[in-house]
């Protein structure tokens, strides 16, 4: 069968057709993702004291954080993000930002400085999947083990990979490996940045009928730092259940943390957390036992965490003491008029030995309007034991936040 040269003109005029708008509706598609994102935009102003009963002098610290953010559109399932941060010094920096040379002062790390908070390709092509790739915020469980430490004024970010799987019932598995974690010491820093090989996994399940089960694996392998690198592995289950109009709440988890990679150093150390509470008419009270173990000279540590969540807001044990810590502790939380209002009294004593280090009574009030608009107010008061190493510390914190 013979064509004609029209008809093969046709067809190849038809076929270039085609293919032009499959590429300009891909060029459209594209243009779409790229401008139909969403912008975000989180301002932040906080004033800090500290007073220590020591030769510092007493530290105030006024800050203005700002995050602005776009998170583009889908295409062909890809997507990106990107986020830059600043932290600036409002009126005079009278406060040690572990950077600034103000050694005078008492510290409070919300160095000044500009950088990119996070940017990351992801891609959600795959079932029941998310992937992604970049500097990202990284948060893992009540962020005991990984969180983005967001109460400082500079968020701690990581560099690395993540999967989240959803296709199981009732279960999400997430792996994320890290090659460098953006601590909020900032990049001036001596240890601002923390270049690790390390891989976290994470598994949860909330079809019990009582709460949900997890299962976690953190391989912390550091490049500069050795020594640092830990194992842990742990069992985590929290849940709550009515009760004659009662919700009993309860948690109960166990790690065991020991060296790992290249570390020198041979240990096993335990953690143990165990929480009880109840909570009706809108109040809500708990007690909580906590135990970073110790060997005697090596501690469990939790350098990942949001340590401003856990210990007490007087950020005293950053970095576990050598002999351990254990914290017992009291909260109690109400929300009259939506005003969040929390009290909480901590105990703090080493697992090792019968020493105590001291005390804390910490408070706190804030309130969110239209959920764009936040105002709060803090108190922490650690008093010391006097045959412990530490000394008493008061803090204060008013802020005022706005988000979009």
């Excluded at 009291?330 to 030995?353: C, E, Q, R, W």
Aim: proline letters at 2%.
């Amino acid at each position: 069968m013979r064509i004609k040269a029209a008809g093969l003109c046709g067809i190849a005029i038809g076929s270039l057709t085609l293919g032009l708008i499959s590429v300009a509706q891909a060029d459209d598609s594209l243009g779409a993702a790229l401008t139909g994102g969403k912008v975000s935009l989180d301002l932040r102003y906080r004033y800090e004291q500290v007073d220590q009963n020591n030769s510092k002098k007493t530290a105030d610290a006024s800050t203005l954080r700002t995050a602005l953010g776009y998170t583009t559109g889908s295409f062909y399932n890809f997507g990106a993000m990107v986020e830059f941060e600043n932290v600036a010094v409002v009126g005079s920096e009278t406060y040690d930002s572990s950077v600034n040379l103000k050694t005078q002062y008492s510290k409070v790390v919300d160095p000044k400085g500009t950088e990119v908070n996070q940017g990351y390709l992801s891609y959600a092509g795959l079932d029941a999947t998310m992937l992604q790739l970049g500097r990202q915020r990284i948060i893992l469980d009540n962020q005991r083990w990984v969180g983005n430490v967001g109460w400082r004024q500079n968020e701690q970010t990581f560099d690395g990979f993540t999967a989240v799987n959803k296709s199981l019932p009732d279960t999400q598995l997430t792996y994320d490996y890290i090659s460098n974690v953006n601590r909020v010491s900032g990049d001036d820093a001596t240890d601002g940045n923390a270049r690790m090989r390390s891989h976290l996994l994470n598994a949860s399940y909330t079809g019990l009928p009582f709460g949900a089960l997890t299962g976690y694996a953190y391989l912390l392998d550091y490049k500069n730092a050795p020594t640092s690198s830990t194992q842990t592995l742990g069992l985590r289950f929290a849940g709550k259940q009515a009760l004659s109009g009662v919700d009993v709440l309860y948690t109960a988890e166990y790690a065991r943390q020991s060296d790992y990679a290249d570390n020198t150093n041979s240990f096993d150390v335990n953690y143990v957390l165990g929480e009880l509470g109840a909570a009706m008419n809108g109040i809500t009270a708990k007690y909580g036992y906590e135990k970073l173990g110790s060997d005697g000279t090596i501690a469990l540590q939790t350098p990942l965490a949001t340590l401003h969540s856990f210990n007490g807001w007087a950020d005293i044990f950053l970095s576990t003491p050598a002999k351990g810590l254990i914290d017992q502790y009291l909260s109690v939380g109400a929300k009259p008029m939506d005003i969040n209002l929390a009290a909480v009294y901590h105990d703090f004593a080493t697992d090792k030995g019968t020493s105590d280090y001291g005390k804390e009574w910490d408070l706190m009030a804030s309130k969110t309007f239209e959920k764009k608009y936040t105002l709060g107010a803090k108190y922490a008061n650690f008093s010391a034991d006097s045959a412990s190493a530490f000394v008493d510390t008061k803090k204060f914190w008013v802020w005022g936040e706005v988000k979009f």
